[in-house]
């Protein structure tokens, strides 16, 4: 079994409240090997998120040099992640699988399921108090204080679910220059979602000419505007 997030080393500490985001209020779940349900990685020294899609152009002939309609593809998310490696908690062990000392996995080509990652950005008291009428889906943090701990706000996190997930790179060196070992991955991802809202065709993505957000056709490309958003020439 990897090892037990209540050892010293993940002792949680203080963080300072600022209205910009900070890695220290940057939280990674993953399916601890022989766990129920979500446990925080620990000792994780980078975790990244790459979204990207290719975007085609169409244009007409005879039309000169000019775009029609940008027509956007499918869309990629890969994470990457780096970790120090612990004796009894590898990079394979927090995210489920039975490796290192908990089993035989040692090598991609043993993965046989899909795994799931969470991450949780702890929403800053000082954002939560100057800017809560801005926020408009919350949740409680999973771990750390609660309305009891601090009664001036009840600790909120933006939960981001990342589903069906596989290793598509893993790896660590030995080095006789430095004593301490780092292993690293990429993944791919199935799925994003936030964990509570309803996904498809007609979810609110803001932008949309028909929007109820702001009263409706607010803010949205001129290019949907049917000539009832004007450009006005200052």
């Not at 957000?213 to 958003?229: D, E, H, T």
Request: charged share 15%; net charge negative.
């Amino acid at each position: 079994m990897a090892a037990n997030n209540s050892s010293y080393i993940y002792r949680p500490g203080t963080a300072p409240n600022t209205r910009a985001v900070t890695s220290q209020k940057n939280k990674v779940f993953g399916y601890n090997v022989g766990a129920q349900g979500f446990a925080q990685l620990g000792v994780i020294s980078e975790f990244g998120v790459d979204h990207s899609r290719n975007v085609e152009t169409v244009r007409g002939v005879g039309f000169g040099d000019q775009v029609a309609e940008l027509v956007p593809g499918n869309t990629d998310i890969t994470l990457s992640l780096s970790k120090t490696l612990l004796y009894t908690a590898n990079l394979f062990q927090m995210l489920g699988y039975k490796g290192g000392v908990s089993g035989l996995v040692r090598s991609l080509k043993h993965h046989r399921w899909p795994f799931d990652i969470k991450q949780e950005i702890v929403i800053s008291e000082l954002s939560s108090l100057q800017d809560n009428t801005g926020i408009a889906v919350q949740a409680s943090v999973t771990t750390g204080p609660t309305a009891a701990d601090n009664p001036i706000v009840t600790p909120k996190a933006l939960l981001t679910f990342f589903e069906g997930c596989w290793f598509t790179s893993y790896n660590t060196s030995f080095s006789a220059d430095a004593a301490l070992v780092t292993e690293s991955a990429s993944v791919m991802v199935s799925d994003i979602i936030d964990g509570v809202s309803q996904y498809g065709e007609y979810v609110d993505t803001g932008l949309a000419p028909t929007s109820s957000v702001g009263g409706p056709g607010k803010g949205f490309s001129l290019r949907f505007a049917n000539n009832s958003n004007t450009v006005v020439a200052l």
